[in-house]
């Protein structure tokens, strides 16, 4: 059996975990100015929505050329953010998000 | 347990989804945030075992053997960058560019790492070493969560959001996937591709406890969009992160928002739920 790419994954994980764990390990992170503190409770929000915004609205052709995208997926995240804000709780949003967009999908033959 | 530290999050106020850190009910409070982790680890345990076989398949049709494709799994855990190696490898492109982008297309761990780095600092370093191994999107939208509704560190809830909702999934699918082969599916035939954003929306929504939440929550959004489609989503994803935080910080707090009194224990709990607060509650 090949393990040539095991190499690749190495030399890949390599890159990956320093920016994982640098800030884990540095000594007195938890003791960090005010301002600091808030800034980084700030991130939590700040990137998850980001992460949800880029997933929505912006595609990758094979070449990673992005470009912009507003379909049903759109309104499938928009369900599940509905869902949440309204207290039924995140796995309900998610499976209706996933039952939304099958659904319209199936409907329209994409 | 310190009780010498700054103030550091905000104070969730009381409601069923967010009890107060420091009520009488400590444990009940830790108990009921974790059944939310695991309720709402389940939908990321569907699209993780989903896209952990497509990336199987991926792999295996690219010339990976099982043997790499799940080395790759284990090693990098990294989705996206997983995806963007096997197309590479495919194109031909060099080991040189696939490890540069895959550092760029990671470059986001570091904002996750730091944010809850405060919230671990007391839990031993080799112990740390190994929970930055398995910090990925998922986990860490999972344990801020869990995080903030508590008030402070539990180290049971971190492993809960990093392994069993998202590493055994991904890693168990992607060997299937690669012993299995065939054709690739396509996961939005079942929705499976809408659950990422829905999940990290959903999660960011209830981070939302204020105005300078609310800000930075839009601004990082639009920042993100923008970078994505003017360079590359990976870099709009970094910078709604930086962004997105520096706006939050330029806006005054109205007097409704939640006042910042909560203190962080940093307090292991992995195998001790019955762990004390502050105030010697349960």
Request: aromatic share 8%.
């Given at each position: 059996m090949s393990t040539t790419y095991v190499w690749l994954a190495l030399l890949m994980g390599a890159v990956t975990y320093p920016w994982r764990a640098v800030p884990l390990l540095t000594p007195g992170m938890h003791r960090l100015p005010r301002l600091v503190q808030e800034y980084f409770r700030l991130v939590g929000p700040a990137i998850l929505a980001a992460l949800a915004a880029v997933n929505t609205f912006v595609v990758i052709d094979a070449r990673r050329h992005p470009t912009a995208h507003v379909g049903i997926e759109l309104l499938a995240v928009g369900l599940c953010v509905v869902l949440v804000a309204a207290r039924r709780g995140l796995l309900v949003g998610l499976v209706a998000a996933a039952i939304l967009a099958a659904t319209v999908r199936a409907l329209s033959g994409g | 347990m310190r009780e010498d530290l700054p103030p550091l999050t905000d104070s969730p106020e009381a409601t069923p989804d967010s009890p107060v850190p420091g009520s009488t009910d400590g444990g009940d409070d830790l108990a009921r945030s974790r059944r939310r982790l695991q309720l709402d680890g389940l939908g990321i345990i569907a699209s993780a075992g989903g896209f952990g076989f497509v990336y199987g398949l991926a792999a295996r049709a690219a010339g990976f053997s099982p043997l790499e494709s799940s080395g790759m799994s284990v090693i990098v855990f990294a989705g996206a960058a997983q995806f963007a190696a096997v197309g590479y490898v495919l194109g031909g492109f060099s080991w040189l560019g696939i490890v540069v982008l895959t550092a760029f297309l990671n470059a986001r761990h570091f904002l996750y790492s730091a944010a809850l780095a405060p919230y671990l600092g007391d839990v031993p370093r080799p112990v740390r070493a190994v929970m930055a191994h398995v910090l990925t999107d998922e986990a860490f939208a999972l344990t801020i969560a869990h995080f903030r509704r508590i008030g402070r560190a539990d180290t049971w809830g971190y492993w809960w959001a990093?392994?069993?909702?998202t590493f055994i999934p991904w890693n168990v699918a992607s060997i299937l996937g690669s012993l299995v082969g065939g054709q690739i599916p396509d996961p939005s035939r079942f929705g499976l591709d809408v659950i990422f954003p829905a999940a990290m929306a959903g999660l960011a929504v209830g981070l939302v406890t204020g105005r300078r939440e609310l800000v930075a929550a839009v601004v990082g959004a639009v920042a993100a969009v923008g970078v994505g489609l003017a360079w590359d989503p990976a870099a709009g994803i970094i910078a709604g992160g930086l962004l997105g935080p520096l706006a939050g910080l330029a806006t005054p707090r109205r007097a409704s928002d939640r006042p910042h009194e909560a203190i962080i224990v940093f307090t292991p709990t992995m195998d001790d739920p019955s762990a004390t607060r502050p105030d010697g509650s349960r």
């Amino acid at each position: 059996m090949s393990t040539t790419y095991v190499w690749l994954a190495l030399l890949m994980g390599a890159v990956t975990y320093p920016w994982r764990a640098v800030p884990l390990l540095t000594p007195g992170m938890h003791r960090l100015p005010r301002l600091v503190q808030e800034y980084f409770r700030l991130v939590g929000p700040a990137i998850l929505a980001a992460l949800a915004a880029v997933n929505t609205f912006v595609v990758i052709d094979a070449r990673r050329h992005p470009t912009a995208h507003v379909g049903i997926e759109l309104l499938a995240v928009g369900l599940c953010v509905v869902l949440v804000a309204a207290r039924r709780g995140l796995l309900v949003g998610l499976v209706a998000a996933a039952i939304l967009a099958a659904t319209v999908r199936a409907l329209s033959g994409g | 347990m310190r009780e010498d530290l700054p103030p550091l999050t905000d104070s969730p106020e009381a409601t069923p989804d967010s009890p107060v850190p420091g009520s009488t009910d400590g444990g009940d409070d830790l108990a009921r945030s974790r059944r939310r982790l695991q309720l709402d680890g389940l939908g990321i345990i569907a699209s993780a075992g989903g896209f952990g076989f497509v990336y199987g398949l991926a792999a295996r049709a690219a010339g990976f053997s099982p043997l790499e494709s799940s080395g790759m799994s284990v090693i990098v855990f990294a989705g996206a960058a997983q995806f963007a190696a096997v197309g590479y490898v495919l194109g031909g492109f060099s080991w040189l560019g696939i490890v540069v982008l895959t550092a760029f297309l990671n470059a986001r761990h570091f904002l996750y790492s730091a944010a809850l780095a405060p919230y671990l600092g007391d839990v031993p370093r080799p112990v740390r070493a190994v929970m930055a191994h398995v910090l990925t999107d998922e986990a860490f939208a999972l344990t801020i969560a869990h995080f903030r509704r508590i008030g402070r560190a539990d180290t049971w809830g971190y492993w809960w959001a990093a392994i069993m909702t998202t590493f055994i999934p991904w890693n168990v699918a992607s060997i299937l996937g690669s012993l299995v082969g065939g054709q690739i599916p396509d996961p939005s035939r079942f929705g499976l591709d809408v659950i990422f954003p829905a999940a990290m929306a959903g999660l960011a929504v209830g981070l939302v406890t204020g105005r300078r939440e609310l800000v930075a929550a839009v601004v990082g959004a639009v920042a993100a969009v923008g970078v994505g489609l003017a360079w590359d989503p990976a870099a709009g994803i970094i910078a709604g992160g930086l962004l997105g935080p520096l706006a939050g910080l330029a806006t005054p707090r109205r007097a409704s928002d939640r006042p910042h009194e909560a203190i962080i224990v940093f307090t292991p709990t992995m195998d001790d739920p019955s762990a004390t607060r502050p105030d010697g509650s349960r």
